[in-house]
């Protein structure tokens, strides 16, 4: 079993920046592909960004890309989504996910998953 637990969240004013963090606890966090996933009201959830076991290889929704930044520090079993330039259309809960090695757009694919935390962008 893997716990995740996001932070950072907030309101914040377009052009702003806002650092999400996620905590892991429970099995190796270095085993684990890591993504970010967010989920706005009345819409599905939509990847984000992914990070893979290593921090080798790092993908991005293209409506984020150049403005997000996915890293993870495996001495700290966390992962961070550092989010610049925010527009209102970033408004969503921001949620991590965990599944073995390898990432994947595909949120089917992720075997656990935080409760999220609320980014709201003000125009």
């Known amino acids: 079993q893997v716990r995740l637990v996001e932070s950072g969240g907030g309101l914040v004013q377009a052009g702003d920046s806002l650092r999400l963090s996620c905590a892991t606890s429970g099995r190796t966090f270095s085993n684990y592909a890591m993504g970010w996933f967010r989920q706005a009201p009345g819409k599905e959830r939509e990847f984000v960004a992914a990070?893979?076991?290593?921090?080798?290889?790092?993908t991005y929704a293209d409506s984020v890309k150049g403005r997000f930044t996915i890293s993870r520090d495996n001495a700290k079993n966390s992962v961070y989504l550092q989010m610049n330039s925010l527009k209102p259309e970033d408004t969503a809960v921001y949620y991590c996910?965990?599944?073995?090695?390898?990432?994947?757009?595909?949120?089917?694919?992720?075997?656990?998953w935080g409760r999220g935390t609320q980014v709201t962008v003000s125009s």
């Open positions: 996910a965990a599944r073995l090695f390898t990432t994947t757009p595909r949120a089917f694919e992720y075997d656990y």
């Open positions: 990070i893979s076991w290593n921090g080798g290889s790092t």
